[in-house]
């Protein structure tokens, strides 16, 4: 079991930054693929970007491309989100998610943890 934490979300002004942080505790954090997703009202929940055990490879969704960038600690168990240039369509929910194994995926289905979500919103 892993119980995750957000925590950074806000508000912020257009072409701001935030940092999310998500803080993970249970078993070995070092284990878990770990996920950033956003839900915004009355749409469905999106990939953000993902970040293997290591740390080594990473996947973003096009839409944060060159804006966000996720990295991880796992000496403090943590997993961040780094948002530059933020515009009114990043407002949501942001959640984190975790995973075992080594595959780095996309899709909701495929975590089996998840956070309790930090709101970010974005105003023009």
């Known amino acids: 079991q892993v119980q995750l934490v957000e925590s950074g979300g806000g508000l912020v002004q257009a072409g701001g930054s935030l940092r999310l942080s998500c803080a993970a505790s249970?078993?070995?954090?070092?284990?878990?693929?770990m996920g950033w997703f956003r839900q915004a009202p009355g749409k469905e929940r999106e990939f953000v970007a993902v970040i293997s055990w290591s740390g080594s490879s990473t996947r973003y969704a096009d839409s944060v491309k060159g804006r966000f960038t996720i990295s991880r600690d796992n000496a403090k168990s943590t997993v961040y989100l780094q948002m530059n240039s933020l515009k009114p369509e990043d407002t949501a929910v942001y959640y984190c998610?975790?995973?075992?194994?080594?595959?780095?995926?996309?899709?909701?289905?495929?975590?089996?943890?998840w956070g309790q979500g930090t709101q970010v919103t974005v105003s023009s």
């Open positions: 998610a975790a995973k075992s194994g080594i595959t780095i995926p996309v899709l909701v289905r495929n975590y089996d943890y």
């Open positions: 249970g078993r070995s954090f070092g284990n878990y693929v």
